[in-house]
């Protein structure tokens, strides 16, 4: 029987890199960081911090008669069982350091992997295969350009920009609170 709650699922992890920084530089270390996750089992403390934030986050949810209406018609309508939401944090708690290093060597492998530069055109390696994606003939493609009642504004070059007034300091030795109790209930809007 297929179970229909599985997906494929991803992991997904991207860097914006700063000026000077190569795109090349960035993508190895994220390579490292993806093979430390994969390389390195999980610590006891990062394994108990992983499923206290599962369990909070599922006891939050059921606060409420809404949260716990939901956990019940979800566990009845999709696994057919209204305890199911119980097992599965049973087995969330179940769960080991080696478990984790067995999915993580298995999904995290680098031929699992696919990488997505987003580069300006001029930067496009010359020996770069473009994948085009055929787009239907009544879609209309154009360039991005900004609505002409929208103003374009950039920074002042640094020498000539305002600079923000200086901070004025207030003598607070006053101990008079800045607003008095009312004089009658019905200052409020309450009846006396």
Known sequence: MIDSKQSTGNLVVYAIMAGGKSVDAGEAALKREIARLRDAPVTPAELAEAKNEILTA???ARETAE?????????????????????????????????????ARTYLADAQSATIRYLPLDAKPAATRVATIDVAPTVRV??????????????????????????????FADPTPARSRPSSPMACGLSP
């Open 58 to 60: 599922s006891i939050i």
């Open 142 to 171: 154009a360039d991005l350009k900004a609505p002409a009642s929208v103003e374009i504004v950039t920074p002042a070059a640094e020498g000539q920009r305002v600079l923000p007034p200086a901070p004025r300091y207030t003598d």
């Open 67 to 103: 949260g716990k209406a939901s956990t019940l018609a979800s566990s009845v309508i999709v696994d057919g069982d209204p305890r199911a939401a119980d097992r599965q944090l049973a087995a969330i708690a179940q769960v080991t350091a080696a478990d984790i290093q067995c999915v």
